[in-house]
Each structure stands twice: as structure tokens, then as C-alpha cells.
């Protein structure tokens, strides 16, 4: 079973900075790529931003620019610096990650538990 802890939601102002935090827990797993989905009001869940194993990223057109993943392969962290925050960033930001057992080998997907990013114009 593993366990993901998100942190650094929160009000901000138009122009402003966050950065989220997604850190992994668990044992006997090894993990592939690591992202962040969001979620606004009425809206469905969309990616915004993926890291693979090897360091690939890829990023949701509406953030490209202005957000940045990364991800510490030791900590099992992944992190989402977020610039240039508009008022549509608004949304709940959840943490996806994907791990294979190392008991089992199955690959599984989990999801966080979101953190809410709120910004004000």
C-alpha cells in the first residue's frame, strides 16, 4: 500500500507563487512516473503536469511556461512549482503517481487526496 501526503495549497494573489509537494510513502515499491491532475468546480479532472522515471515531462498547454515538475527520486517526492498563478488555476490539485510491487509486480495507480489552490484576482 503506499501513501501520498500533498502539502503548500492555499490563497493567492494573481502574479503569485506556490509550490506543492507530494511525498510517497509505503514499502516494496518502486515508482514510475509521478504527476498532478486539478479539478475545478463542475469541471472534470485534467492533467497538468507529468515526470517520468527518466526526467520526461510534460505539461497541459493552459500551464506551459509557468508551472514546473520535478520530482526527488530519494525522498519520493514529486513537486509542482507554480508562477504566474491567473484566477483559472483555481481548482483542487491532486498528486497521481504510478508504482509497481515489488512483491507482486503489478503495476498500480494512486491518487492523493487533493490540496486546494485558490487564486484571487
Known amino acids: 500500500q503506499v501513501q501520498l501526503v500533498e502539502s503548500g495549497g492555499g490563497l493567492v494573489q494573481a502574479g503569485g507563487s506556490l509550490r506543492l509537494s507530494c511525498a510517497a510513502s509505503?514499502?516494496?515499491?518502486?515508482?514510475?512516473?509521478m504527476g498532478w491532475y486539478r479539478q475545478a468546480p463542475g469541471k472534470q479532472r485534467d492533467l497538468v503536469a507529468r515526470?517520468?522515471?527518466?526526467?520526461?515531462?510534460n505539461y497541459a498547454d493552459s500551464v506551459k511556461g509557468r508551472f514546473t515538475i520535478s520530482r526527488d527520486n530519494a525522498k519520493k517526492t514529486v513537486y509542482l512549482q507554480m508562477n504566474s498563478l491567473k484566477a483559472e488555476d483555481t481548482a483542487v490539485y491532486y498528486c497521481?503517481?504510478?508504482?509497481?510491487?515489488?512483491?507482486?509486480?503489478?503495476?498500480?495507480?494512486?491518487w492523493g487526496k487533493g490540496t486546494l489552490v485558490t487564486v484571487s484576482s
Open positions: 497521481n503517481v504510478g508504482v509497481v510491487s515489488q512483491i507482486d509486480f503489478i503495476g498500480r495507480t494512486y
Open positions: 509505503g514499502s516494496s515499491f518502486s515508482i514510475n512516473n
Open positions: 515526470i517520468t522515471s527518466g526526467g520526461s515531462t
